[in-house]
């Protein structure tokens, strides 16, 4: 369905926990997030019965984020469900790729199409800092194994944080040439957690592209916010996706649902519309509600400005 800026709307990103084995500097408070009752959640069947709902406005791509989505219990399951919804033709997945040795197999059996995998140093000690205690090698072996199966190109997100990674720049690029990996860097956003020091750790991801210089662009991909470019000789690709310095919100094809059941028409935006009641009491209605949600999304983010609102929700309460 279009929205009033004649956005076509296919995609919806489910955020199935705000939990997560690791602690990410820029996305989870040190002692991480309070666990909610398991009634202020969105139950496997409430996602399904709302992405059923969702497919006759046009849905047609889920994407499966968290927290980690990885730790929550049942997800195999979930994903069996969702593969089995007729007019979904894509179900992807955000994760820090930590579970994934031995999760990747039965996932992909169950119905999930692609991963992207969040790893943001190469190095033991320094990723280690940055996720406040995840193990490199866990991720590294959820990487190989996504290759083995297949379920190409695996996409790696990056952030970039000025002082800390900054350096392997250079080393992330060379994986490109590797393997059939597309690494893609993600500008540090001001959003909860990381609201305070982000603009002084920011980096720029035009400063990137200058020091990568070989790179030479490639087409669009539909849908994608980032920006694709190619080293010579190289197998993968190099995406830039940058929300700050140049918003993508006029080809913005999604809408966001959180764990705890609230739809958001925007990832930077405080309006969110709570599923959890309607689906307790008058189920047929969240068709209706879908397609308000939609119609009402905002035309852009307001992030790049002065005095901009961030969303105060961590990225791990949103899904990214
Ligand atoms: N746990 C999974 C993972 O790390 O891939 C999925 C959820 S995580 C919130 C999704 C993505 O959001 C990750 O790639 C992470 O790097 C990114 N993210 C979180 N906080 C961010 C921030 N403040 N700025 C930019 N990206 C952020
Ligand atoms: Fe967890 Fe992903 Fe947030 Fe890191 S970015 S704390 S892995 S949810």
Request: aromatic residues 6%; neutral net charge; contains cysteine.
């Amino acid at each position: 369905m279009a929205d009033q800026y004649q956005r076509n709307i296919n995609y919806m990103r489910i955020s199935i926990t705000d939990l997560c084995n690791m602690r990410c500097l820029y996305c989870m408070p040190e002692n991480g997030i309070q666990k909610k009752p398991h009634d202020a959640l969105l139950s496997f069947e409430d996602i399904v019965s709302i992405v059923k709902a969702s497919v006759p406005l046009g849905i047609n791509k889920l994407r499966i984020t968290g927290g980690e989505p990885l730790v929550r219990k049942g997800i195999i399951d979930l994903i069996g469900s969702l593969s089995e919804i007729e007019g979904i033709n894509e179900i992807a997945m955000t994760t820090n790729g930590s579970l994934l040795t031995d999760m990747a197999e039965p996932l992909k059996k169950a119905g999930l199409t692609r991963f992207n995998i969040s790893i943001d140093s190469l190095k033991e000690d320094r990723y280690r800092e940055i996720t406040r205690g995840g193990e490199l090698k866990d991720v590294l072996s959820g990487i190989e194994k996504a290759l083995s199966l297949d379920m190409k190109p695996i996409k790696l997100n990056t952030v970039m944080i000025g002082g800390y990674n900054e350096e392997e720049l250079e080393d992330f690029a060379q994986l490109t040439y590797d393997k059939l990996i597309d690494v893609r860097f993600i500008e540090l956003m001001p959003v909860g957690e990381a609201s305070q020091w982000a603009k002084s750790k920011f980096v720029s991801n035009e400063t990137l592209k200058k020091r990568l210089g070989l790179l030479h662009p490639l087409k669009g991909i539909a849908g994608s916010p980032a920006r694709y470019y190619q080293l010579p000789g190289a197998k993968g690709k190099i995406g830039f996706i940058n929300p700050i310095s140049d918003h993508f919100c006029s080809e913005c094809n999604r809408i966001r649902l959180t764990s705890d059941g609230k739809l958001k028409p925007c990832l930077h935006s405080n309006t969110e519309i709570d599923l959890l009641p309607m689906l307790r009491t008058n189920p047929d209605s969240i068709a209706e509600v879908l397609a308000a949600a939609i119609e009402a999304k905002p035309e852009r983010h307001m992030l790049n400005q002065e005095n901009a609102i961030y969303s105060s929700r961590n990225m791990c309460q949103i899904g990214g």
